[in-house]
């Protein structure tokens, strides 16, 4: 069966301020990789897909486009790139890609959704042997009021509901589909909502209504919204628990390493403690610090002095010196946060402090 992909790369990100300031959400890294690359590698391992049209924003859709081009990806997809001027709803956005998909089958991925290995394959199973007109793919959840849910009977979805207050059913939706090309018809027959937007589930509702087979798969295992910065971390530490220890430059007698470790190269590591898991990758430096768990540390970052855990730093990031331990905290790219090092002030080192630093943010502790 041959198929093809959409991959909705837009929204702003607010609720990632101020990350989101200089880079849109789906580029933002987990485990040192972009969430959209993380989704890449999922459709290159568990499906037949060879074409993949990514749906982007006006302000960050040339980024995206550009990271893309000039990965690895590039051998193993063609791409096309389509831009949503406005955001007019998740339907609206697959219906800009319907010239591109040529009357077949299609995934259809959020962009900053992560899952575990082996759920797109056994969802693109079902979906192959069932052909359902549509496959949502599901996931229980314990308080399912913020999401959109579906409810389901007999092996089939018989109603999708936005984020009821009284819900009857804990199976959120996971932002994954698998449709045939009449989805494409249902859209068409739908009006805007009361956000004035074309709704996804509104179409599968129709599809739904028209006596149309809509089935489910339920994960097992993990799935992320990396849309706060919460779940981008928690989604950063199951990432990194997968990953196998890879120590590619030398480590000093002077260095303890417990746990799963990732080195990459031209790595400087000086009288530190790495408690994994931990991935650092090339050109960075650490001297007199205590990492870990959880923590990715990206390319040319500087860190002198300082412990920190179940944390996300990005590259060229340089913290020197800081008295506390720096917990479930995110920094972009170019932070320059250094403590000087007065006596007066006593080193805390149990004391924990989170931050959520957007690029190029400079501080000096006095």
């Not at 499906?47 to 590039?74: A, C, F």
């Not at 899952?115 to 308080?143: H, M, R, S």
């Not at 809509?214 to 628990?241: C, Q, R």
Request: aromatic content about 8%; proline content about 5%.
């Amino acid at each position: 069966m041959t198929m093809k992909a959409v991959i909705l790369s837009g929204g702003s990100g607010a609720r990632l301020a101020p990350l989101t300031n200089t880079i849109t959400k789906q580029l933002l890294p987990v485990a040192n990789k972009p969430t959209l690359f993380h989704i890449l590698e999922l459709i290159k391992e568990e499906t037949p897909v060879t074409s993949i049209s990514i749906v982007v924003s006006e302000d960050y859709g040339h980024q995206v486009k550009e990271r893309i081009l000039n990965s690895e990806y590039k051998k193993h997809f063609e791409f096309d790139f389509v831009f949503q001027d406005k955001p007019l709803g998740l339907a609206h956005a697959v219906q800009l890609t319907s010239m591109h998909m040529q009357n077949e089958s299609f995934l259809m991925f959020l962009g900053d959704i992560l899952i575990n290995k082996g759920e797109i394959k056994k969802a693109y199973e079902q979906f192959t042997k069932n052909k359902p007109e549509t496959l949502v793919i599901l996931k229980e959840v314990e308080d399912p009021r913020p999401y959109g849910l579906a409810e389901v009977e007999n092996g089939r979805v018989t109603k999708l509901v936005e984020k009821p207050q009284d819900p009857k059913s804990n199976l959120c939706l996971a932002g994954i589909y698998m449709f045939n090309p009449s989805i494409f018809y249902a859209i068409a027959n739908i009006k805007p909502s009361y956000r004035n937007e074309l709704e996804i589930t509104d179409a599968v509702d129709f599809q739904i209504s028209q006596g149309k087979k809509v089935e489910y798969y339920v994960i097992k295992s993990w799935w992320f919204d990396i849309g706060t910065p919460e779940n981008m971390i928690k989604a950063n530490e199951v990432a990194l628990e997968i990953k196998k220890p890879d120590l590619q430059s030398e480590i000093k007698p002077t260095v303890k390493i417990k746990g799963t470790v990732t080195v990459e190269k031209n790595v400087l590591i000086e009288n530190s403690e790495i408690t994994g898991p931990v991935i650092i990758a090339k050109n960075s430096v650490i001297k007199g610090c205590k990492i870990g768990p959880n923590v990715s540390i990206g390319e040319s970052v500087t860190l002198e002095n300082i412990k920190i855990e179940n944390s996300i730093i990005r590259e060229n990031t340089r913290i020197h010196h800081f008295p506390e331990t720096i917990s479930n905290s995110i920094f972009g790219r170019n932070i320059e946060l250094n403590f000087s090092g007065n006596h007066s002030v006593n080193y805390n080192g149990n004391k924990k402090v989170r931050y959520i630093l957007g690029d190029d943010t400079k501080c000096s502790l006095l």
